[in-house]
């Protein structure tokens, strides 16, 4: 599935959507028009020792700001269903 979330912020410390992404993530920096974002496929995944970030091509996440909003698009499922190009575009089609 698609999924996309949005928050108003003033602060980004009181931003949930600006959180990191584990240590070991892919984090590619992208273009969406005019703004910068970041592109990171994997999951926290919650274990007895505490969370530990996965790459998994199964969770695909586009984050970036506008002004004061924090958006993230994310797309669950098969890899080859979905491109980061595909989440992109989708994300500089928003108004």
């Excluded at 969770?59 to 506008?66: A, E, G, V």
């Amino acid at each position: 599935g698609l999924v996309l979330r949005e928050q108003p912020f003033a602060r980004t410390e009181d931003c949930q959507l600006c959180g990191e992404v584990g240590a070991s993530a892919a984090v590619e920096t992208v273009k969406i028009g005019d703004a910068t974002g970041e592109y990171a496929e994997g999951v926290w995944s919650l274990t007895d020792s505490g969370p530990v970030w996965q790459n998994d091509p199964y969770l695909k996440t586009l984050r970036w700001q506008l002004g004061d909003m924090a958006l993230e698009l994310q797309f669950m499922g098969p890899p080859d269903a979905v491109t980061k190009e595909d989440l992109i575009a989708v994300a500089e089609s928003l108004k």
